[in-house]
């Protein structure tokens, strides 16, 4: 499975942006995906994961009410909605595949990682 995320750019503080990740090969079958970010000189971080069938969301909290992860199993693609942008969002987010199928959260508990898109947000 390759996955591929996109749609990052520079914005202002304030507006939305949806970010996507496209996987190719058959890899909705049975597994959650995640988004994940990395801030320069910080640590990747948890963003959101969503269950392979959708029906089970998580979000980091200081995201909550902001993001929102969703999935579209038939096209096999994967968002990422960010609303009401800040600075600190800028980072590098990444789209993963977990290894179960069920939400996790937990670095360790995903693969497949894409290269990601880099989003900044300017004040």
């Known amino acids: 499975v390759q996955l591929q995320a996109y749609g990052g750019g520079f914005v202002q503080a304030g507006v939305s942006l949806r970010l996507s990740c496209a996987a190719s090969?058959?890899?909705?079958?049975?597994?959650?995906m995640g988004w994940f970010r990395q801030a320069p000189g910080k640590e990747r971080e948890f963003v959101a994961c969503i269950s392979y069938g959708g029906g089970s969301t998580i979000c980091a909290d200081s995201l909550k009410g902001r993001f929102t992860i969703s999935r579209d199993n038939a096209k096999n693609m994967v968002y990422l909605q960010m609303n009401s942008l800040k600075p600190e969002d800028t980072a590098v987010y990444y789209c993963?595949?977990?290894?179960?199928?069920?939400?996790?959260?937990?670095?360790?508990?995903?693969?497949?990682w894409g290269q990601g898109t880099l989003v900044t947000v300017s004040s």
């Open positions: 993963a595949r977990a290894r179960s199928s069920v939400v996790r959260t937990a670095l360790r508990d995903f693969r497949d």
């Open positions: 090969g058959r890899f909705v079958d049975n597994y959650a």
